[in-house]
């Protein structure tokens, strides 16, 4: 079975998961943005052993913390979509912008499309392609614990901005209907930032995509 802790990250208090399969102790962190630190640290105590970088998109408090992370451990980036190719290529200029640490660049080892699947020990993610927030933004998604990692697409009584370069609200508005909603009403999702919810009290209670 999938397991999770969630470490909130930055001063954006980005919600960086460590995520792994309990029969291995074979795991991922997704989103790795900032603060190492806490993550290995996290990381040790669970005793999991660290097998690959998860992107759900390429924001400098959701990746700022990738290039140095793989560079240190040799681990592989996988993700995003390749539709954020231009949001990690603006890595440097987000980190001063923001006033975050220099981030160091990447070139993910293997971007992710809709469809795609993405081993943890012996549990599987299934990718989706949720663009809106950004163009290449994925989420992953485990059926079998019914948890979603969704990082800035949907939140607990909001959704993602859509006023960065590449951002769009009907495009957000889809992915979330079209692609969050199947997963089911009684799946958990992890977002990227603040408390998780259900996509069923999401339906019921957002107002920015509730009845939908």
């Known amino acids: 079975m999938l397991r999770y802790t969630t470490i909130p990250v930055t001063p954006f ?21 900032g603060d190492l630190a806490k993550i290995r640290a996290e990381v040790a105590r669970q005793g999991i052993t660290l097998k690959q970088i998860l992107l759900t998109h390429a924001h400098i408090d959701h990746a700022g913390g990738t290039g140095t992370l793989a ?3 040799g681990l592989p980036i996988i ?32 971007w992710l499309h809709d469809g795609d699947s993405v081993p943890v020990g012996r549990s599987t993610l299934a990718v989706r ?18 948890r979603a990692f969704v990082g800035d697409v949907l939140f607990a009584g909001g959704i993602g901005r859509t006023d960065f370069p590449g951002g769009d609200h009907a495009t957000l508005i889809a992915s979330i209907t079209q692609r969050l909603w199947p997963m089911g009403d009684d799946t958990v999702f992890i977002p990227g930032h603040g408390p998780e919810s259900s996509f069923g009290r999401e339906r019921r209670s957002n107002p920015y995509v509730g009845g939908t």
Do not use: K, Y
């Open 71 to 73: 560079r240190e451990t």
């Open 129 to 146: 392609h949720c663009p809106g927030h950004t163009p290449g933004h994925v989420v992953f998604h485990s059926d079998e614990a019914r």
């Open 13 to 33: 208090q980005q919600n960086c998961s460590v995520i792994w399969c309990d029969e291995t102790m074979e795991g991922a962190v997704i989103d790795p943005g």
């Open 79 to 110: 993700g995003p979509h390749p539709g954020d190719q231009f949001w990690i290529d603006g890595l440097p200029q987000q980190a001063q912008m923001f006033r975050f640490a220099p981030a160091e660049m990447f070139t993910p080892t293997r």
